[in-house]
């Protein structure tokens, strides 16, 4: 679609999806996700020690390579170490105008929720006193109605996907990608003409072996072709850059920031929060809803949340008898054909 | 549930050890008896029938201890793994990690807990600040020993939400641990032990006072990290630091160095450093004459706190920790203590796999280098010997040293 760099208002850039968008777009800006690219990340090595994971090395390339000079400011967020760390580098490298970190619960308790609530004060504190403006709820739940009308808009295309294959996986997740990165009302807008068009005009749905795809994130969908190539179908995941971006949407009763808190705090967790248990249900739930017969986990390199509850969760998912194949990046083009054929061989042995 | 304490092969392993291994001879009484204290509560909590608490560094022993527990520091058993080389654990943890990326305090810590060498568990307790693998390590842990498993969520800021959140958390998990334990949270108990902690910490106050003497008067690199795994809460505590403060004290008052030959360069240390059985910190020190005088990890961060308010005084002392401090103000900390301990350099030694102090080490550099003070970063493994290359290191450090001399070493950061 469009061109996040042509958004009519000034942008806020962010990193991680437990960001609340919601506040960014109630404070009158666009929100666009910070996200990498595959290709080297040599410029960024001299800012982060080589040992934090690719994904926060690959969005400050695409700091280095100027794709977010116009940026208004950065939200950050205390997901895991490296992200925390990507914060302090950002600023020390940009000098944004305008930077604020979060700090995010990693447990799923009301305490927390109320913790978060508090947390989402001191942002719009922050926002009001920087830009001198003066957010109130009905600006929290304009933020809210256009979140959940992406999210109601992604969630209508995935089960499109599910039920018909109306566009490949590839397409699909650069799709995603665009509704973290593209002004929030423009996308909208293109993705309820698309999906009008595509109800319209069904096709029926591909064979192939379906497979959940499970991990942290996924900004470059090159993965997901490999799959498809090699006669696999990816019909649902658990990625940040997938289902758990838009799987729950913000309550419009009740005070607002107690709503965004409840939201972003009680989602489907990733690898940063405590719920492994949570993520082997969740898990389940989906191979059992899409009759996926394997699962692939995709981890960036360095990411020892995703890393270290892969030891828990393989262990659940093979005395469940659900097969799985782990595959790691970071983010260089040399490794992929070695990825390539390690999933085409866990494919063979699925078919 | 106690069936590892008919073999705890960590402790059979560390007499052996101990009896081939000369102790520093620049080592201070104190820092000997924290060292027979730590094998101490290693061994009880094996042969005790006192509840055991796996830890890790950032949970307040005063909390472990006030709840009549023994701690053992699951994120601290890579140390003594590096020291007595039991590099079995970490062929172990290949087997349930899939990668060799983890840190290898981490790594040490899964292999042990799976191999069942580690005192059997009561509880599981970790924090989730400044070290997130720890808390899955943790978990981990827990459920290969079928124990409970309780996450302490500690927010990236000081603030008075912060320390309402983690002082809740606190309190319900004392109250657990002496469920489990089988009794009733005494609070005199949890009382006794932050009046003791407070009384060795005003000790250690004084140490690090002392330490800033020129030349100083104890070798800076067993102090490192000596803050993080301490009996605080125990009287135990309050006798090492009250003998390492007279020690140091009288060393001043006599004019004493820290080394015979005597101090030539002063050096900050920051981070870890190695911990496995290895002369580089002696031929730094020792034979080269380049004394640590300041570090991070030994330092008795907290404020003095309430007993009569015990879970709110022990959330204050975790979110005080300076590492959680925005980047600026920790940074000019840094500068702070550089000029406190007037320091000729600092060695920014850089464990491979800690992504937390990692991903500070450019910000770091270019600190001290806009403040003209000279920095080595040392890439390294502070437990695996095998994965630190022990010339690269010496040679690194030795032209580190030149560097010094060639700016003069005069020019002391004032």
């Known amino acids: 679609m469009g061109n996040s760099e042509t958004a009519d208002k000034p942008v806020l850039g962010w990193f991680c999806t437990y960001t609340p968008e919601e506040i960014i777009l109630a404070a009158g800006f666009e929100s666009r996700r910070i996200l990498g690219r595959t290709g080297p990340t040599a410029k960024a090595d001299a800012h982060l020690h080589p040992n934090l994971c690719a994904f926060v090395r690959a969005c400050l390339s695409s700091g280095l390579e100027g794709e977010h000079a116009k940026l208004a400011g950065i939200i950050g967020i205390d997901s895991c170490d490296a992200m925390r760390r990507l914060f302090d580098v950002w600023r020390a490298t940009f000098h944004p105008d305008y930077s604020h970190i979060l700090a995010m619960p990693h447990v799923q308790t009301a305490e927390a929720v109320e913790f978060y609530r508090h947390e989402l004060e001191r942002l719009i504190r922050s926002l009001n006193q920087y830009f001198g403006l003066t957010i109130s709820d009905a600006d929290l739940l304009r933020g809210i109605h256009t979140m959940n009308e992406t999210r109601t808009l992604l969630t209508r295309l995935y089960k499109l996907r599910r039920s018909s294959a109306p566009i490949s996986g590839t397409e699909y997740y650069s799709i995603l990608r665009d509704a973290m990165t593209e002004p929030k009302d423009r996308f909208n807008h293109w993705l309820k003409q698309s999906l009008e068009k595509s109800t319209s005009n069904e096709t029926s749905v591909s064979s192939g072996v379906n497979i959940i795809l499970a991990g942290g994130v996924l900004d470059d969908p090159w993965i997901v072709g490999v799959v498809e190539e090699a006669g696999g179908r990816v019909v649902a995941d658990d990625l940040c850059c997938g289902g758990r971006y838009f799987e729950k949407l913000t309550s419009t009763q009740g005070e607002p920031l107690k709503a965004i808190a409840d939201r972003y705090v009680l989602r489907a967790p990733c690898a940063r929060m405590s719920e492994t248990e949570t993520r082997v249900q969740n898990l389940m739930e989906l191979i059992e809803e899409t009759h996926a017969r394997g699962l692939i986990y995709y981890t960036v390199k360095f990411c020892d949340p995703h890393i270290l509850d892969w030891a828990m969760i393989s262990k659940e998912l093979q005395s469940r008898g659900v097969r799985a194949l782990r595959c790691e990046t970071d983010y260089s083009i040399s490794e992929r054909e070695r990825m390539r054929t390690r999933i085409e061989a866990f494919l063979e042995m699925l078919k | ?414």
């Open chain 2, 1 to 414: 549930m106690k069936k590892a304490s008919e073999r705890p092969e960590i402790i059979r392993r560390m007499i052996e050890k101990s009896g081939t291994q000369e102790p520093d001879p620049t080592a201070l009484n104190g820092t000997l008896m924290r060292g027979m204290h730590l094998v101490r509560l290693l061994y009880r909590a094996f042969a005790e029938r006192r509840p055991v608490a796996w830890t890790n560094v950032f949970t307040p022993p005063e909390l472990i201890f006030g709840c009549d527990y023994i701690p053992f520091w699951l994120d601290g058993s890579g140390g003594f793994s590096g020291w007595i080389e039991m590099t079995e654990v970490f062929d172990h943890a290949d087997a349930t990690l899939p990668t060799r990326d983890i840190c290898t305090f981490l790594r040490a810590a899964v292999g042990g807990a799976t191999m069942e060498l580690f005192p059997p568990p009561t509880a599981v307790v970790c924090t989730s600040h400044l070290c997130e693998g720890c808390a899955k390590v943790a978990r981990i842990g827990a459920r290969h020993s079928h124990a409970e498993f309780h996450l302490l969520d500690v927010p990236l800021e000081f603030s008075d939400v912060a320390v309402a959140y983690v002082a809740n958390q606190l309190e319900s998990l004392a109250h657990k641990l002496c469920e489990l334990a089988g009794k009733d949270l005494n609070l005199d108990h949890l009382h006794k032990s932050i009046e003791l902690s407070n009384e060795a910490r005003r000790y250690f106050l004084e140490v690090y006072e002392l330490r800033k003497h020129v030349p100083t008067p104890a070798t800076g690199s067993q102090f490192i990290g000596m803050g993080l795994m301490y009996p605080w809460g125990t009287q135990i505590g309050v006798n090492i630091a009250k003998s390492l403060r007279d020690e140091v004290a009288r060393r001043v008052t006599d004019s004493i160095p820290a080394v015979p030959n005597g101090e030539k360069y002063r050096l900050m240390w920051l981070h870890l450093r190695p911990v496995f059985e290895t002369d580089i910190m002696t031929h730094l020190e020792q034979r080269m004459g380049a004394v640590i005088v300041a570090d991070l990890l030994g330092e008795a961060w907290w404020p003095e706190m309430d007993a009569d308010e015990p879970f709110r005084a022990l959330a204050m002392r975790m979110l005080s920790n300076p590492e959680l401090l925005p980047m600026e103000t920790k940074v000019e900390r840094l500068l702070g203590i550089a000029r406190d301990y007037r320091v000729d350099g600092v060695v920014h030694f850089l464990q491979w796999g800690c992504r937390w102090n990692c991903g500070q080490s450019a910000i770091f550099r270019e600190a001290m280098r806009q403040s003209d003070i000279p920095l080595l970063t040392l890439d390294g493994d502070a437990v695996d010997k095998r994965a630190t290359p022990y010339g690269q290191v010496l040679t690194r450090i030795e032209g580190f040293l030149e560097l010094l001399d060639s700016v003069g070493i005069s020019k002391r950061t004032n």
